[in-house]
């Protein structure tokens, strides 16, 4: 019966996808039965994972699959975002500039290999992702700054070295970023951490993985001797499902359908305008906030269509947020009011900057000599004011965001493209300035730190302020504010760096935040103890399915 529906859910998806006229049949039945038969979870992904390295688990997709299989070292609690024991035994010993961390390792976890999770391992764990391995091609790690090395003091205590001030390494041993993993699997290389290893990469966390379909599918099993859930957590031991089925199922329809007719239990990505479906009895839907960096535009200045401030600010008193967020969107996407959502670590509002003003944007554009063309289109000195953006696939109606500000550009002779392409073709545009100007992105993570992630130079860049072909750095005192962010010791310095940043940036109008983005799930009421972590990526191990 369960291979009949995966097979349903699978041609459903290819159906899709291939946009053929195939009609869906419910002789699978139901998978789902109850708890103490050992019903297996149906979890519908938008889009595929593409490794499985957890410092790159920051891509939902990824995230998703690493917080079923990893644990760590401190555990965020997603309602008070405060820092609790996991497989650290207690919270670490800090220094008061906070360049030393001592960890007291829980004894007796082990790995689904039958290793040991102990002091020796987690530095190696550490190591590798606070220097990464270039021979390896594995990044740094963003959430982790300034990092010197660790030592395993005995076998279950672990001290970390900073080179200057770390306030958010607890935070950072905290995230999908730091999911612990096997000594075994540390020694593989970037490819090797790639779709097709999955279930070769050993974690202690609950479920284990044990089969993929390339692009398509991953089984996974519940481990059945786990007993190291985080002690706040009221359910311990094993977990009560039997496993989780992960179909990728790129078409909303299909996952809207699969759930809403209940051949699925949970998908992800719900679109606003099918969120009224989840109205219905039995259904519900789980708005999980990522506490991060906004939802927004990313203005790279560093171009020479978008050095002039007076263009930038133009492009944003151009854009109607609210309309676009009106439009497109439901209460699970508050209009933003700054860079940082209002329950991130740091939050200012800077909602002043972003106000609509078209007469405004058409007064600073000519002003900066941007005079309109036969066509419509403004010039100057020989060029068109035509700007690329992205595609963001991970994120909620991005193709749906850009026409709407396409339209509300053009009758003030903005001309604005979208680049089109599937996830490794926007992963490659994205990194030049002169393939992509305006980059359409979020990312989540509850600590102060998210800020100095997504913009920083040696981080995403995503302004691309660092010129990677000349190594030149468009403005360095972007930078300099960032830095300062991850290398102030106290929350109240880190609170007050984090606002210097944010206001910088809505000065120099670096960035349009549009809304406070949610990781929007939908569910059969059949599934009981669903949660998710800080920043919204899913978690099964406390979860039920009722007959």
């Known amino acids: 019966m369960k291979k009949r529906h995966l097979s349903w859910i699978a041609a459903a998806a290819a159906c899709a996808i291939a946009l053929t006229g195939c009609s869906a049949s419910t002789a699978g039945g139901d998978a789902s039965g109850s708890a103490a038969e050992g019903a297996t979870l149906t979890y519908l992904e938008p889009q595929t994972w593409n490794t499985l390295y957890p410092p790159a688990g920051g891509f939902y997709p990824n995230g998703g699959v690493l917080n079923q299989i990893t644990d760590r070292l401190l555990y965020q609690n997603p309602e008070t975002k405060e820092l609790e024991p996991w497989i650290a035994a207690e919270l670490p010993e800090v220094n008061d500039d906070a360049t030393e961390y001592t960890f007291k390792i829980r004894e007796g976890v082990t790995y689904s290999d039958g290793t040991p999770l102990n002091a020796e391992n987690v530095v190696k764990n550490l190591d590798l992702f606070g220097l990464g391995d270039k021979d390896a091609a594995l990044p740094v790690s963003e959430a982790i700054n300034n990092y010197d090395h660790g030592e395993a003091v005995d076998e279950y205590t672990a001290k970390f070295f900073f080179t200057a001030p770390s306030p958010g390494f607890g935070q950072a041993v905290s995230t999908i970023n730091s999911g612990l993993i096997s000594n075994d699997t540390l020694d ?22 044990t089969d993929e ?28 499902i039997a496993g989780i089925d992960l179909i990728v199922a790129s078409e909303a329809s299909v996952r809207v359908g699969t759930v809403t007719s209940g051949q699925a239990d949970i998908a992800r990505t719900i679109p606003a305008p099918d969120e009224a479906q989840f109205a219905a009895p039995g259904l519900s839907l789980v708005a999980a906030p990522t506490n991060g960096v906004n939802n927004g535009l990313n203005f790279r200045a560093g171009h020479e269509l978008l050095s002039d401030i007076d263009v930038r600010r133009a492009i944003i008193a151009g854009i ?31 909602s002043e900057f972003y106000v609509h003003d078209p007469k405004l944007a058409e007064k600073l554009l000519d002003e900066a000599g941007w005079k309109p063309g036969s066509d419509g289109v403004r010039e100057k000195d020989g060029q068109r004011l035509s700007l690329t953006f992205n595609e963001a696939l991970p994120q909620p109606r991005s193709r749906d965001v850009v026409t709407l500000v396409q339209e509300q550009l053009a009758p003030l002779g903005i001309e604005v493209s979208l680049f089109s392409g599937d996830q490794a073709a926007q992963d490659q545009a994205v990194q030049d300035a002169n393939t992509i100007q305006v980059y359409h992105s979020m990312v989540g993570r509850a600590d102060y730190d998210v800020l100095k992630s997504q913009l920083f130079s040696a981080n995403r860049n995503t302004l691309r302020n660092l010129d990677t072909a000349t190594g030149k750095v468009f403005d360095q005192k972007l930078d300099d504010l960032l830095a300062e962010i991850a290398s102030v010791p106290t929350a109240d310095e880190r609170q007050a760096a984090s606002a210097a940043a944010q206001q910088y940036l809505a000065e120099e109008a670096y960035v349009l935040p549009f809304f406070e983005e949610s ?11 669903f949660e998710t972590e800080s920043i919204g990526r899913p978690s099964f191990y406390d979860v039920t399915i009722a007959e």
């Open 188 to 209: 593989r290389t970037n490819e090797q951490f790639g779709p097709g290893n999955a279930a070769e990469i050993i974690g202690s966390g609950p479920f284990v993985i």
């Open 213 to 240: 379909k390339l692009g398509s599918e991953l089984t996974f099993e519940t481990r059945e001797d786990y007993n190291w859930a985080p002690p706040s957590n009221e359910h311990q031991g094993a977990a009560q």
């Open 320 to 350: 109607d947020r609210e309309a676009i967020v009106e439009t497109l969107f439901s209460d699970s996407y508050p209009l933003a009011t700054g860079v940082l959502a209002k329950g991130a670590l740091g939050y200012t509002d800077t």
């Open 519 to 529: 990781q929007v799930y939908g569910l059969s009421d059949k599934v009981q103890g």
